[in-house]
T-cell receptor, first 114, second 114 residues
Framework: GNSVTQMEGPVTLSEEAFLTINCTYT??????LFWYVQYPGEGLQLLLK?????DKGSNKGFEATYRKETTSFHLEKGSVQVSDSAVYFC?????????????FGTGTKLQVIP | GAVVSQHPSRVICKSGTSVKIECRSL??????MFWYRQFPKKSLMLMAT?????????EQGVEKDKFLINHASLTLSTLTVTSAHPEDSSFYIC??????????FGPGTRLTVL
């Protein structure tokens, strides 16, 4: 079945460091890919998305490119801030029999220290 | 923006009682809502899909008689945990789909069963 594999955390970086959180997927058909962020004490929020191969999603300095050849959707940011500390989830959605389906990665906790 | 609310945010109940959790989309209509369960330091597990005007569809391994879902209107879905037991203690999150690729999450409900 469809699945998402996400790098395990926690990831600890100094402020202004470069961030990469790896995400690879297994899927049939044409899924959409997402990154969600969960800040401490808050609900999940959509960070960015890509709905077809070679699409690049971007938001708040974060980027991820939907790469079908490597089945990946790695999250990157050039210079992280303390306020980026959160848990990041990679997710995949697809349509099955007329119903939306979704699967999430296990989440990667990011801690940015001043 | 799209806002999804959940009520209550926290609930403590005695073993054997039932608990109802509401999920509302405040500024858009959602024919589809999802219910998730999130275990500590784990990812989200999709429990069921709530469809307005029809029966919910449950993921494999989720007891439909224990987790009753009612999608009463285009802005409201409820999850009732019947005859709750301590192992049902968890963080329950709902989401509402505004479009095929836009899923907005509620802030979650912490259920503790004594």
């Amino acid at each position: 079945g469809n699945s998402v594999t996400q790098m395990e955390g926690p990831v600890t970086l100094s402020e202004e460091a470069f961030l990469t959180i790896n995400c690879t997927y297994t899927a049939t058909g044409y899924p959409s890919l997402f990154w969600y962020v969960q800040y401490p004490g808050e609900g999940l929020q959509l960070l960015l998305k890509a709905t077809k191969a070679d699409d690049k999603g971007s938001n708040k300095g974060f980027e991820a490119t939907y790469r079908k050849e490597t089945t990946s959707f790695h999250l990157e940011k050039g210079s992280v801030q303390v306020s980026d500390s959160a848990v990041y989830f990679c997710a995949l959605t697809w349509n099955s029999g007329g119903y939306q389906k979704v699967t999430f990665g296990t989440g990667t906790k990011l801690q940015v220290i001043p | 923006g799209a806002v999804v609310s959940q009520h209550p945010s926290r609930v403590i109940c005695k073993s054997g009682t039932s608990v109802k959790i509401e999920c509302r989309s405040l500024d858009f209509q959602a024919t589809t809502m999802f219910w998730y369960r999130q275990f500590p330091k784990k990812s989200l597990m999709l429990m069921a899909t709530s469809n307005e005007g029809s029966k919910a569809t449950y993921e494999q391994g989720v007891e439909k008689d224990k987790f009753l879902i009612n999608h009463a209107s285009l802005t409201l879905s409820t999850l009732t945990v019947t005859s709750a037991h301590p192992e049902d203690s968890s963080f329950y999150i709902c989401s509402a789909w505004r479009t095929r690729d836009e899923q907005f999450f509620g802030p979650g409900t912490r259920l503790t069963v004594l």
